[in-house]
């Protein structure tokens, strides 16, 4: 019998981990990835500007907000104010944007199904925003 962690579980302390995101960033997103298995990703993240409007091609995205308040758009709604303890979903190539941060530190907790790359971005307007200037991962 051996003490090393299994690799089939694990135990994440999300305000420790969200505590230790940089307090600034040149990114619009910085997160830390908790798994990156193929059927899902999971991460926390923490968005330090508006995020324009974009989508994923390759997965679902779950966002469960942590701290803060944002406005959040889906599929071309009008904004919604999120809240903490709230959560919002979409499919694959649905578009959405965080378009305004209203009290910071504005942290989610997002799980991907299937893996999400972390280079799977998509700006509906390319002068918006690249995946370099998306996020950072920690």
Known sequence: MTDAPSRNSAYFDIPAIAAGLPLA???MLV????TDEPAASSRVFRAYHPVPLHYHATCDEYLYLLSGRATF???YGLPKE???GEM???K???VHSIPELLEHPVVFLTVDTPRRD???VIFVNPAEGTVESFI???
């Open 88 to 90: 919002v979903f979409f």
């Open 118 to 120: 972390p280079r799977d």
């Open 136 to 138: 950072k991962t920690k």
């Open 82 to 84: 999120l809240r903490p």
């Open 92 to 94: 694959k190539g649905i």
């Open 73 to 75: 758009t889906v599929d």
């Open 31 to 34: 997160d830390t990835r908790l």
């Open 25 to 27: 960033s040149e990114t």
